[in-house]
Each structure stands twice: as structure tokens, then as C-alpha cells.
């Protein structure tokens, strides 16, 4: 991360949804900019999967100076979420009652337990009203949650890619890469440096089939000469797998794809729907044609049970990864839909935009 986060420590003991407390609670967050005196410009960013509380870093096309969310003029947050591995209190911190990182022991933790994390950080902060909420993936949850959870707190919220209730499509593809983790002999083999390792590779190998689709690999990683063996898009995979082992924790990744894997606003509200109609922001819900992960289905049934939302789609070779990658369209999508709400939200992309060679996303180039 290009900043270290400020970390705040709740001592009391959190409740969990499933049952379990914890003794203690310690939240990692970013701000940016300065709360205005009546409270009026504050902009919450809820991370994916894998991602940190530094939107200013991997976000960087939306967040920062001259940017649509610019610190000049704006209260910018963002948590890392519980269970991460980025500061937050999840499977690699110490548990008191063991004095050694909890690992496996770390308890279920679900998006609702992760708004409540938010809730406790949003009043401390002493911010009584979000202006603006987004979140693309595992944040747009979090943010469909926390606004129908809190719908009196939000004026706008701008979903990307995302979903009100996790599908079997997504729990498979979860639970393939948790099946490619515990075949991991050394994943509980306490004090292995490189425990899990190949099995966290592995699955993130299979994630990025999720993330991407059939034409971003065959514009990025075709091979330029006939070959019968070391192929691009083989060590493509591969450079991921490390990429990520090196920067993450194996038993926060399996923390929180279970934490996706729950994700349903209409539990114990009565279905999908009737949960939808408690949210009272202005939605903005943004799809991506191509995600295979997310598909527009589940993004055309949140517009369609919140009231008044706007849904618009993006024509993108990217995939799921679109709301990361896309970042110019989506900000010219979120300035429309925040600053001239009469005008008609439109997702094509120019001629400078048009999907090429050169568009493509390279090895290296993605941060999450």
C-alpha cells in the first residue's frame, strides 16, 4: 500500500452472526480530505475480495487529487473489511487466548458482520450522513447491505458488479478454490513458511478465470510464434498465483469467500425483494457484459427491486474486472448519475475507448 492505514481498537467484545464473540475488535481505515463542517461531503468506499483500505491506491482512477472523488473536496473513507489480512482483525491476528495468530481458528464472518464493523467506524468517525457509497464485487455487497441495514445514512450508493444474493455460479467457483487450498498438505502445518502456498496459487489461478473472459486472454495472452509447450498465458496464470501468495493470507482468503458465499440481503427479511425496497439512497447500479462472475442478471434484479435506481451496462473485454480496469467510463457513469441526475446514463464507449490490443490489461499491470 502506498500509506499505512490508522487503526482504531474496539475493547469490548463483537458479536458475530453466527454466534461466536470476539473479545476484541481492531479496524485499519483510510481517510482522505477533511469531514466539511456540516458533515455534507462524505464519500465511503467499500473494497473487494482481496483488496486493502488505500482506494487512493488501487482505486486510483476515482480517488485522488484531480480525480472524481478529489480530498480537496471530499471525506473520503474506506475500512479495510473484518476477516481481511490488510489490518483489520481477521485469521492472522493474534487471538487473545492463544497469544498465536488464529489462522484456521478464526471464526465465520459474514458481509453483516462486516457493516457492523463499518457502523461502529462511522460513528466514532462522527459521520452522520454518506453521500456517496460505492463498492464493486465483495464492496458493491457490502454497500447494498449496509444501505438497506441504514437506509436514513445514504444519499447516493453506486453498485458495480455485484449482487444481492450470492449464486451457486459464485459458491462453485468458491468453493473450487477452497477444495485447491486444503489439498494443500501444508496448510496446517504450523510453522511452515510457505504453508498454503501452492494451494492459494492454485486458487487464484481459478479466480482469474472468473475475473476475466475468453477474449481479454486472447488479446493479452496469445503467443506470437507456434510453440508446443510454455505458453503465455501458462505462466500468466502461474505469475498470479505468486503475485497473490505474496501479498495475502491464505486463511483470509478463506474467510472471506465464505463471507461471499452468505451474502443475502433477503435472509431473514423475507426474500430478495422485499429486502431490495428498504433501500431510500439514490442507486446507481452499473453492469459489465462480459462478467462472468457477477452477470448482468443479478445487477439488472437489484436496479429493478430499488426504487427509482438506474442501471446501466458497460460493453467491456475485461470482465468481472471491468469495475477495476474501466475506470474512465465509470467515472464519466458516476459524475452523470451524481451531477446531472435528468440526463440519460450511457455506457458505450467512445472511439478512444474501443477494445484493442494496446487496451488490454498486461501481465503486472492489475493490482487486485
Given amino acids: ?128 450522513k454518506i453521500q456517496v457509497a460505492l463498492g464493486g464485487s465483495m464492496g458493491g455487497q457490502q454497500v447494498l447491505e449496509w444501505a438497506i441495514q441504514q437506509p436514513l445514512v445514504f444519499e447516493h450508493i453506486v453498485l458495480l458488479a455485484t449482487n444481492a444474493q450470492h449464486s451457486p455460479w459464485g459458491v462453485a467457483f468458491n468453493e473450487s478454490q477452497r477444495m485447491a487450498i486444503y489439498a494443500d498438505n501444508t496448510l496446517l502445518e504450523e510453522g511452515h513458511p510457505e504453508a498454503g502456498k501452492k494451494g492459494l496459487e492454485t486458487a487464484r489461478s481459478i479466480a482469474m478465470l472468473s475475473y476475466r473472459s475468453y477474449d481479454t486472454y486472447h488479446l493479452s495472452q496469445t503467443d506470437p510464434e507456434e510453440k508446443l509447450d510454455g505458453f503465455r498465458a501458462s505462466s500468466y496464470q502461474r505469475y498470479q498465483g505468486l503475485k497473490l501468495w505474496q501479498r495475502f493470507n491464505v486463511f483470509s482468503y478463506l474467510t472471506l469467500s465464505r463471507a461471499m458465499d452468505s451474502h443475502n440481503v433477503g435472509r431473514g427479511r423475507g426474500g430478495v425483494e422485499n429486502a431490495l425496497r428498504e433501500v431510500k439512497a439514490n442507486t446507481l447500479v452499473i453492469g459489465i457484459e462480459t462478467d462472468l462472475l457477477f452477470p448482468i442478471r443479478e445487477q439488472e434484479q437489484i436496479a429493478k427491486g430499488i426504487t427509482g435506481a438506474q442501471y446501466t451496462m458497460l460493453e467491456s473485454i475485461y470482465g468481472h474486472d471491468g469495475f477495476l480496469v474501466e475506470f474512465q467510463r465509470i467515472e464519466t457513469l458516476i459524475r452523470q448519475f451524481l451531477f446531472s441526475p435528468e440526463a440519460k446514463i450511457d455506457a458505450s464507449p467512445s472511439p478512444s475507448q474501443a477494445w484493442n490490443v494496446s487496451n488490454v490489461a498486461l501481465p503486472g499491470s492489475e493490482k487486485f
Fill in 1 to 128: 500500500m502506498a500509506e499505512s492505514p490508522k487503526r482504531w481498537k474496539v475493547t469490548r467484545p463483537f458479536q458475530l452472526e453466527c454466534g461466536t464473540t470476539l473479545p476484541e475488535l481492531e479496524i485499519a481505515y483510510h481517510t482522505y480530505g477533511q469531514l466539511s463542517p456540516n458533515g455534507d461531503n462524505v464519500v465511503w468506499v467499500c473494497h473487494a475480495l482481496t483488496g486493502n483500505s488505500d482506494a487512493a491506491d488501487w482505486w486510483d482512477g476515482l480517488v485522488g487529487v484531480d480525480k472524481l472523488f478529489d480530498p480537496e473536496h471530499y471525506f473520503i473513507v474506506c475500512a479495510n473489511m473484518l476477516g481481511s489480512c490488510y489490518g483489520s482483525t481477521g485469521p492472522a491476528s493474534i487471538n487473545p487466548a492463544t497469544e498465536k495468530p488464529y489462522g484456521h481458528d478464526f471464526p465465520l464472518v459474514s458481509v453483516r458482520d462486516m457493516i457492523a464493523a463499518h457502523e461502529l467506524l462511522r460513528v466514532e468517525l462522527g459521520i452522520e
